[in-house]
């Protein structure tokens, strides 16, 4: 009895020991975290992941340029000094607010699967799932597409202009930060006999490490192509033709047809209403309404008086996001391909319903979807003195993607085709053609029809539960913009996936530090599996308009930069 009592007094003292050196507090506000403050400005706004990035995105806002055109050239930066992240083999969403129009408009980048893969294959193949890596997850990338886009329907100043940051940078180099030098080590790991990785990342032998500077003139080459030419050339021209050909000679199954044929698509947002603000996601074959039926079933419940980061409120955001994931794993699919019941599963109605197999009192093992038939990322946002705002996400998926990097264009291709189902009866099947179940997703909100924050938030499956904790953090728990973003997060973990598995297990609890140890005790008992993760809460970007002052926040966790003049 006296060897268990003291194993427990032993586990206490260690949890405390790793905790209580990573608390802090702030004593203006009386969170138990520390916070930077916001940065505010009133003619413009840039928040992006790495500061390079930023400083482009207010120097475009300083001569002339509006919002999408700050956002285009600050994600062209990006792509060049956060490979690790985004870059132009992947995808693009975004959320523009129009202020001459008085509306948002939608634009889906997301690319489909090349048009003769299909499951077929795999089963000829023997195999049973979509590899991570290699050429048979890539998807058409719809970053380039996206941009042009975004700017022959918004931007204002010339096309090429946007690009001289970014292809400067690539041939003078600039100075990496610690985090992406972090990341390329980790990804070297993976990649470096693959073709042309070590060529572009690692010309030393090695990964550039924190302050080396770094060059990548194959870039720049590429960029300069694709200013030039509208975009066109990565589509129809050389680019297209580079891309084909590599991933031929890996053996894939792609053609210039699936690029030429390649078109974005403009999409209405989706909204709800939590407690006066109107939240704006896109509807699939992205996972933001999540987030927004997150916030549906939550809005009847106190979460003020429950308190921030308690177990009462943790317990019940869990349990929420547990019923929306299974809904998202058998319902969120390519418009194109399959009905989505949207409007049912955004009402009100069905969100009360759905609460009521919630348990107040112990975490669930499983819950079932919805019976309602009868089934590693940037983002950045930008507000100019037009009154424009504008949020954008952009990705390779799996931080790089799929290791596949074509001779000399210096960027590697997107690994989305992972993210398909190969069960032809789930409604994100593989499907020549088709765009896969997304992960990235931008935010915006508006207060009576007018714009009041545009917002992100980076990490796969973090991303609705992150959207919901940061509008909750700001509604419910009146935190400031930066504070909402700095506050200690927590995502839960399952296997339910958009390939069709579901959770049987409850999953289990990641919490960062800065959540005390009663909370996690209490937790315990609802029946969550508590685990500690050094990462995986996402990056967090936001701008907030109130009357004509601009406020802007950025991750503290990463190389996040708000600036503003």
Same mark, same amino acid.
């Given at each position: 009895?006296?060897?268990?009592? +003291? *194993?427990? @007094?032993?586990?206490?003292?260690?949890?405390?020991?790793?905790?209580? $050196?990573? =608390?802090?507090?702030?004593?203006? #506000?009386?969170?138990?975290?520390?916070?930077?403050?916001?940065?505010?400005?009133?003619?413009?706004?840039?928040?992006?992941?790495?500061?390079?990035?930023?400083?482009?995105?207010?120097?475009?806002?300083?001569?002339?340029?509006?919002?999408?055109?700050?956002?285009?050239?600050?994600?062209?930066?990006?792509?060049?000094?956060?490979?690790?992240?985004?870059?132009?083999?992947?995808?693009?969403?975004?959320?523009?607010?129009?202020?001459?129009?008085?509306?948002?408009?939608?634009?889906?980048?997301?690319?489909?699967?090349?048009? +003769? *893969?299909? @499951?077929?294959?795999?089963?000829?193949?023997?195999?049973?799932?979509? $590899?991570? =890596?290699?050429?048979?997850?890539? #998807?058409?990338?719809?970053?380039?597409?996206?941009?042009?886009?975004?700017?022959?329907?918004?931007?204002?100043?010339?096309?090429?202009?946007?690009?001289?940051?970014?292809?400067?940078?690539?041939?003078?180099?600039?100075?990496?930060?610690?985090?992406?030098?972090?990341?390329?080590?980790?990804?070297?790991?993976?990649?470096?006999?693959?073709?042309?990785?070590?060529?572009?990342?690692?010309?030393?032998?090695?990964?550039?490490?924190?302050?080396?500077?770094?060059?990548?003139?194959?870039?720049?080459?590429?960029?300069?192509?694709?200013?030039?030419?509208?975009?066109?050339?990565?589509?129809?021209?050389?680019?297209?033709?580079?891309?084909?050909?590599?991933?031929?000679?890996?053996?894939?199954?792609?053609?210039?047809?699936?690029?030429?044929?390649?078109?974005?698509?403009?999409?209405?947002?989706?909204?709800?209403?939590?407690?006066?603000?109107?939240?704006?996601?896109?509807?699939?074959?992205?996972?933001?309404?999540?987030?927004?039926?997150?916030?549906?079933?939550?809005?009847?419940?106190?979460?003020?008086?429950?308190?921030?980061?308690?177990?009462?409120?943790?317990?019940?955001?869990?349990?929420?996001?547990?019923?929306?994931?299974?809904?998202?794993?058998?319902?969120?699919?390519?418009?194109?391909?399959?009905?989505?019941?949207?409007?049912?599963?955004?009402?009100?109605?069905?969100?009360?319903?759905?609460?009521?197999?919630?348990?107040?009192?112990?975490?669930?093992?499983?819950?079932?979807?919805?019976?309602?038939?009868?089934?590693?990322?940037?983002?950045?946002?930008?507000?100019?003195?037009?009154?424009?705002?504008?949020?954008?996400?952009?990705?390779?998926?799996?931080?790089?993607?799929?290791?596949?990097?074509?001779?000399?264009?210096?960027?590697?291709?997107?690994?989305?085709?992972?993210?398909?189902?190969?069960?032809?009866?789930?409604?994100?099947?593989?499907?020549?053609?088709?765009?896969?179940?997304?992960?990235?997703?931008?935010?915006?909100?508006?207060?009576?029809?007018?714009?009041?924050?545009?917002?992100?938030?980076?990490?796969?499956?973090?991303?609705?539960?992150?959207?919901?904790?940061?509008?909750?953090?700001?509604?419910?728990?009146?935190?400031?913009?930066?504070?909402?973003?700095?506050?200690?997060?927590?995502?839960?973990?399952?296997?339910?996936?958009?390939?069709?598995?579901?959770?049987?297990?409850?999953?289990?609890?990641?919490?960062?530090?800065?959540?005390?140890?009663?909370?996690?005790?209490?937790?315990?008992?609802?029946?969550?599996?508590?685990?500690?993760?050094?990462?995986?809460?996402?990056?967090?970007?936001?701008?907030?308009?109130?009357?004509?002052?601009?406020?802007?926040?950025?991750?503290?966790?990463?190389?996040?930069?708000?600036?503003?003049?």
């Amino acid at each position: 009895m006296k060897i268990i009592v +003291n *194993l427990r @007094i032993i586990l206490y003292i260690s949890l405390l020991v790793f905790l209580l $050196p990573l =608390y802090s507090f702030d004593r203006i #506000t009386g969170l138990d975290f520390a916070s930077r403050s916001e940065v505010i400005a009133t003619n413009g706004m840039a928040a992006t992941s790495h500061p390079l990035a930023t400083q482009t995105a207010v120097s475009i806002l300083r001569n002339g340029g509006n919002a999408i055109d700050a956002a285009i050239a600050a994600n062209a930066v990006l792509g060049l000094v956060e490979p690790t992240g985004c870059g132009i083999g992947g995808d693009l969403f975004a959320i523009v607010w129009v202020e001459d129009d008085k509306k948002l408009y939608g634009l889906n980048a997301s690319g489909p699967s090349p048009k +003769n *893969l299909n @499951i077929n294959y795999f089963t000829k193949n023997n195999l049973t799932v979509i $590899p991570p =890596y290699g050429h048979l997850p890539v #998807t058409i990338p719809g970053a380039v597409l996206g941009w042009a886009e975004l700017h022959k329907k918004f931007g204002k100043l010339e096309f090429e202009e946007l690009f001289v940051d970014s292809i400067n940078y690539a041939n003078k180099g600039f100075p990496v930060s610690e985090t992406v030098a972090y990341y390329l080590n980790r990804a070297s790991e993976e990649f470096s006999s693959y073709p042309n990785f070590a060529d572009v990342w690692m010309k030393n032998g090695q990964t550039p490490l924190k302050g080396e500077i770094f060059k990548n003139p194959s870039l720049a080459n590429t960029y300069k192509l694709i200013a030039q030419s509208y975009g066109n050339e990565f589509y129809k021209g050389k680019i297209a033709q580079k891309i084909v050909g590599f991933l031929n000679n890996q053996g894939g199954l792609h053609e210039m047809s699936d690029f030429k044929n390649y078109n974005v698509e403009w999409i209405e947002p989706v909204s709800t209403n939590y407690r006066g603000y109107d939240i704006w996601e896109l509807p699939p074959n992205g996972q933001g309404i999540a987030a927004l039926q997150i916030l549906n079933i939550l809005e009847p419940y106190n979460l003020t008086d429950m308190g921030h980061n308690s177990a009462q409120y943790i317990h019940l955001f869990t349990e929420a996001k547990k019923l929306v994931y299974e809904d998202r794993a058998k319902y969120y699919a390519d418009p194109n391909f399959s009905k989505i019941p949207l409007e049912t599963l955004l009402s009100k109605d069905y969100a009360k319903k759905r609460s009521k197999l919630i348990s107040l009192e112990k975490a669930a093992l499983s819950y079932a979807a919805g019976n309602l038939e009868h089934g590693d990322t940037i983002y950045l946002t930008v507000a100019d003195r037009f009154g424009n705002m504008i949020s954008l996400i952009q990705s390779n998926y799996r931080g790089m993607g799929s290791g596949m990097v074509p001779d000399g264009l210096g960027f590697m291709l997107q690994d989305r085709g992972e993210m398909f189902s190969l069960d032809p009866l789930h409604k994100n099947a593989l499907v020549g053609g088709k765009r896969p179940f997304h992960t990235i997703i931008p935010a915006f909100v508006t207060k009576n029809g007018k714009p009041f924050m545009s917002f992100g938030l980076m990490g796969g499956a973090m991303q609705p539960q992150g959207h919901a904790q940061i509008m909750i953090n700001l509604i419910d728990f009146k935190m400031n913009l930066q504070e909402a973003g700095d506050a200690p997060r927590f995502r839960h973990y399952d296997s339910s996936q958009p390939t069709g598995e579901l959770m049987l297990d409850g999953g289990y609890l990641a919490l960062e530090s800065g959540i005390n140890f009663e909370t996690i005790r209490d937790l315990q008992h609802y029946g969550h599996t508590i685990k500690f993760e050094p990462g995986g809460f996402g990056g967090y970007q936001a701008i907030m308009k109130k009357d004509n002052t601009l406020y802007g926040a950025s991750e503290s966790r990463k190389d996040g930069h708000a600036s503003g003049y």
